[in-house]
């Protein structure tokens, strides 16, 4: 039956205690009256009494008079903007030096005041917070993806020194915000509604700022998606109308229930934000009528105990609604946040979500690190890495190849809502929704995290890739010769995870592409009837344009620069003899004997891992074992073939690609090589079966399996086997030709 609240929804309260600071209403393209000089000096000295009335005076004047007659969009003067994100930061009792910041943080990108003056006139520390905001703001103008990227980079950087350069951020991304629809071009509103849903909106999640978040989340969800946000203003408009009565009866009643047994309490009903509702209905696959929670009741009290008190008063009056109860007291999120959800029917028969928290988390929950201002000490410089989250994004940065690359792990860290999970020590890691347990290793530590094979989750063995759950306990699985792979990226969902194995993958493909590299020279200095020497290659390194021998190297092993450019450049008059020619041209010849061994000149394999600078051609599946042959791909290493592979045909006219190749297998070599054979089997109940059987007694392992033909007595198909070389595969081959269901069974190259 739909809920009656559902179709009645309004804020209401009842309080016995003074109720706490409501936060400000969203203030949307409305021209604001400026805000007085001695009104901001009164907003500050209300709450800090020692603040330096004398420095804001001179930040306000210095402020008004260097922007002087600059217009804003909006067509007000541009000095309302500082003024009015100073005013943000005042509502958050911030200290004086951050509402100075604000009056200032446009003055040095935006008129011609210098640095040194800001120094001069009020000292290295707000000069230095104001230089943090504009070296930010220089660079946002522009939409490019690598521009925005840097632009986060000093984001970063800036506020693990002083978070405060985050939070005047965050205050003018606001205010920018709700003044958004006087820009006239739709392309630059969007990209900054779109810049304000991936960045800001996350940021001041993270550092607790609930009430900032979600407002930055709706007014670029206006932007964004205006059908949407009108088409859910407007039924909660008719729940609104609806509803002014009973959201009152059931915040009284809850209030009265506590009141009975001596709880001091604060009750609000509270309505979610458009663009919440509209995140839970996409998120659930819902409609607007089966959401049962548009409306969350609040219930602060005043000691952290009376919490859990209120908690089992409330559920023993109302039934609760099982698996809607969440504890964040005892476990709170990242950015400090404190209370306890849990879901009844309550009042009037209605399913409520009730929150719970003291008057302290109730600050934290809407202002989060601003609440703390009035706690720390004077001086006390507010740094930003003292948070994990933050640190963790500093290691992430450190190790980006790119600010590119670096943003989207960034957004990977810092959007989806969480899930809390436990060592067998008991140990929690919060990690993203949809997180696996190799996200959970990579948490602990890096190095645990490439050293993962497995996992248990409540005791049992589970893959890599299955999804973690609230409260799940996750024992990892290691091996010392185990490494990330590239398929590890598809698995992971944080971007510490992402950016760690990227950064191993990277390094490794390095090793493997110098390796290889410097055999290529090697055996090309020896086919040219030279001695190898380094000291040769450094004379050449300008000319080829490499800074190191080993970047050298590594060119090579890629297929940027060939053996033949290098001994030319090195001996130059002297003609590199074609000996890759005489691959091309006894390919054919050797294709007879493809269990031979390579020749004299071919470069060994042994230690190059599949995937990086080595790749094996899915056209013919080469196995240790075949007489092979490599071909060089620009950027991208070496392919391997078979010696009689058809597709070698391709490149016979670009010999200079051409590589002779050797297996050299390690005795103690337990890595498995995909073979593919095809076979015709009688079309009969079992048959499958017994091929399975087979394959499995002589310890081979069906990768992947493909009917190719059926008729009413034969089954033609095709299997790719796990097998360690040519041998392993022959004898599978020899076992299924001796069993009665299969008539034919051949290896295929295709």
């Not at 100075?100 to 011609?112: C, N």
């Not at 006390?380 to 948070?387: F, R, W």
């Not at 950064?503 to 009837?529: P, S």
């Not at 013919?620 to 071909?631: E, K, Q, S, T, Y």
Request: hydrophobic fraction near 40%.
């Amino acid at each position: 039956m739909r809920s009656a609240l559902m179709r009645k929804t309004v804020t209401g309260q009842s309080r016995t205690t003074p109720k706490p600071d409501k936060p400000e209403p969203v203030r949307t393209m409305v021209a604001p009256r400026m805000i007085r000089q001695y009104e901001l000096v009164e907003r500050v000295k209300a709450y800090d009494a020692h603040a330096d009335e004398a420095l804001l005076n001179r930040a306000y004047v210095f402020s008004m008079k260097a922007h002087g007659a600059q217009k804003r969009a909006s067509g007000d003067p541009y000095f309302s903007h500082p003024l009015e994100v100073a005013g943000i930061l005042t509502d958050m009792k911030l200290d004086g030096a951050t509402i100075v910041t604000a009056l200032l943080h446009d003055t040095i990108e935006d008129t011609i005041a210098t640095f040194e003056q800001v120094e001069e006139l009020f000292g290295p520390e707000i000069a230095k917070l104001v230089d943090g905001v504009t070296k930010l703001s220089r660079i946002e103008l522009t939409s490019d993806s690598a521009r925005q990227a840097e632009n986060f980079r000093k984001l970063l950087i800036a506020m693990s020194t002083d978070i405060r350069v985050l939070l005047v951020k965050l205050a003018d991304r606001l205010h920018n915000m709700r003044t958004l629809g006087y820009i006239e071009k739709p392309d630059k509103r969007r990209r900054i509604a779109l810049e304000t849903m991936e960045i800001y909106a996350p940021l001041a999640e993270r550092i607790g700022m609930q009430q900032m978040k979600e407002e930055l989340e709706d007014l670029a969800f206006a932007e964004l998606n205006p059908e949407g946000r009108t088409s859910i203003l407007a039924r909660l408009g008719f729940l609104r109308e609806q509803g002014t009565t009973m959201v009152q009866k059931i915040a009284d009643q809850l209030q009265r229930t506590l009141a009975k047994v001596g709880i001091d309490s604060w009750v609000q009903g509270r309505e979610k934000r458009p663009y919440s509702i509209w995140q839970k209905m996409e998120r659930k696959n819902v409609s607007f009528e089966q959401l049962s929670d548009i409306m969350a009741f609040r219930v602060v009290v005043k000691e952290p105990n009376d919490c859990y008190t209120a908690l089992g008063i409330l559920h023993a009056t109302y039934p609760m609604v099982p698996g809607r109860f969440k504890d964040y007291v005892s476990t709170p999120k990242r950015n400090g946040y404190r209370s306890i959800h849990t879901s009844v029917i309550g009042p009037e028969r209605q399913r409520i979500e009730i929150q719970i928290r003291s008057s302290d988390m109730h600050a934290v929950a809407e202002y989060g690190v601003a609440a703390h201002w009035q706690y720390k000490a004077p001086g006390e410089v507010p740094e930003g890495s003292q948070y994990r989250w933050l640190r963790e994004l500093l290691e992430i940065l450190e190790h980006a190849s790119s600010p590119e690359e670096f943003l989207e792990h960034t957004k990977l860290e810092m959007f989806q809502d969480q899930v809390f999970c436990f060592t067998p020590k008991g140990d929690l890691i919060a990690l993203p929704r949809g997180a696996t347990p190799l996200d959970f290793a990579y948490a602990v530590h890096t190095r645990i995290g490439h050293t993962t094979v497995g996992a248990k989750i409540n005791g049992r063995l589970q893959p890599l890739r299955a999804q973690l759950q609230n409260g799940d306990q996750v024992e990892l699985v290691r091996s010392k010769a185990q490494g990330p792979s590239p398929g590890w990226e598809t698995i992971v969902t944080t971007g510490r995870a992402r950016s760690a194995i990227r950064r191993y993958l990277r390094n490794q493909a390095r090793e493997q592409y110098l390796h290889l590299g410097k055999e290529i020279l090697h055996k090309a200095f020896h086919g040219n009837g030279h001695t190898f020497a380094e000291k040769a290659l450094e004379g050449v390194l300008v000319k080829l344009k490499q800074k190191t021998v080993e970047d050298l190297y590594v060119a090579a092993g890629q297929g940027l620069v060939t053996s033949r450019q290098v001994i030319e450049a090195v001996f130059p008059g002297e003609k590199p003899k074609p000996a890759n020619s005489k691959v091309v041209n006894l390919n054919r010849q050797r294709a007879g004997g493809r269990h031979a061994s390579g020749g004299d000149h071919a470069i060994p394999i042994r230690g190059l891992v599949p995937g990086m600078a080595l790749h094996f051609a899915g056209c013919c599946h080469p196995l240790p074992g075949d007489r092979i042959v490599g071909i060089v791909n620009t950027g991208r290493g070496v392919t391997i073939h078979a010696i009689d592979c058809k597709m070698l045909e391709t490149f016979a006219d670009e010999p200079e690609r051409w590589l002779d190749i050797a297996w050299e297998q390690d005795a103690d070599d337990s890595r498995m090589h995909t073979g593919r054979i095809s076979a015709i089997v009688a079309n009969e109940p079992g048959t499958l079966s017994q091929l399975s059987a087979v394959i499995a007694k002589n310890q081979g392992n069906i990768a992947n399996l493909k009917f190719t033909d059926r008729s009413t007595a034969f089954v033609e198909m095709m299997l790719d086997i796990e097998v360690r070389d040519v041998r392993h595969l022959t004898n599978i081959v020899a076992a299924l030709r001796a069993n009665p269901a299969v008539t034919s069974v051949d290896r295929t190259r295709l």
